[in-house]
């Protein structure tokens, strides 16, 4: 069973800084990627940023890049968010997401994400 625990999610004002941390248990990743997604209110969910475990290569969003960095540990099978200026259209609730490399699977796809957290909250404040 694939459980994924988000945290670091909180209060800060614009110009802020948080790093989201996703813990990821009961299975091997070595074949996976790691996503952040967000919803914000009254707005559908959007790809923020992925990275796969074997290579390391990332993507990212537009709207976040050179702003936010993912990151991982393989040794503690954690995925980190790093988030520095941020803004008040980042507030939204943020979640961890895990996908099977597969010849079908899209970084910014959703639906190619087989596991999920449960969700961790961001408010910027302006």
């Known amino acids: 069973q694939v459980q994924l625990v988000e945290s670091g999610g909180g209060l800060v004002q614009a110009g802020g800084s948080l790093r989201l941390s996703c813990a990821a248990s009961?299975?091997?990743?070595?074949?996976?990627?790691m996503g952040w997604f967000r919803r914000a209110p009254g707005k559908e969910r959007e790809f923020v940023s992925a990275i796969r475990w074997d290579t390391g290569i990332t993507y990212t969003a537009d709207y976040v890049k050179g702003r936010f960095t993912i990151s991982r540990d393989n040794a503690k099978n954690t995925v980190y968010l790093q988030m520095i200026s941020l803004k008040p259209e980042d507030t939204a609730v943020y979640y961890c997401?895990?996908?099977?490399?597969?010849?079908?699977?899209?970084?910014?796809?959703?639906?190619?994400?087989?596991?999920w957290g449960q969700g961790t909250q961001v408010t910027v404040s302006s």
């Open positions: 009961g299975r091997t990743f070595s074949d996976c990627a």
């Open positions: 997401a895990v996908a099977r490399t597969t010849w079908t699977w899209r970084h910014s796809d959703a639906l190619k994400y087989d596991y």
